[in-house]
């Protein structure tokens, strides 16, 4: 169940992540998704591993924008420009 939880907070932190993220990122609804699912998924699992949160817990939701902007600004740094 926590996964679920998980990703619905990683599709807000997503979206936030995109309107408070300065430039041209990736567009349409399932890129916003995506990114705001792996960073929130990402940031649960680092905070599991650095003792931060217990298995079960989601990550906090400050921590899943953080991890949505990182993985957003990653994705500008290295995606093929057109």
Do not use: D
């Not at 619905?8 to 993220?21: E, T, W």
Request: aromatic share 12%; glycine share 16%; charged share 10%.
């Amino acid at each position: 169940m926590h996964l679920i939880w998980t990703i619905l907070i990683g599709f807000v932190a997503g979206l936030i992540a995109k309107a408070i993220s300065p430039g041209s990122g990736p567009t349409g609804f399932f890129m916003t998704a995506a990114l705001g699912i792996g960073g929130s998924v990402a940031a649960t699992y680092l905070g599991q591993a650095l003792g931060l949160y217990r298995e079960g817990n989601v990550a906090g939701f400050l921590m899943s924008i953080a991890g949505a902007c990182l993985l957003l600004f990653l994705y500008r740094k290295f995606a093929r420009k057109s």
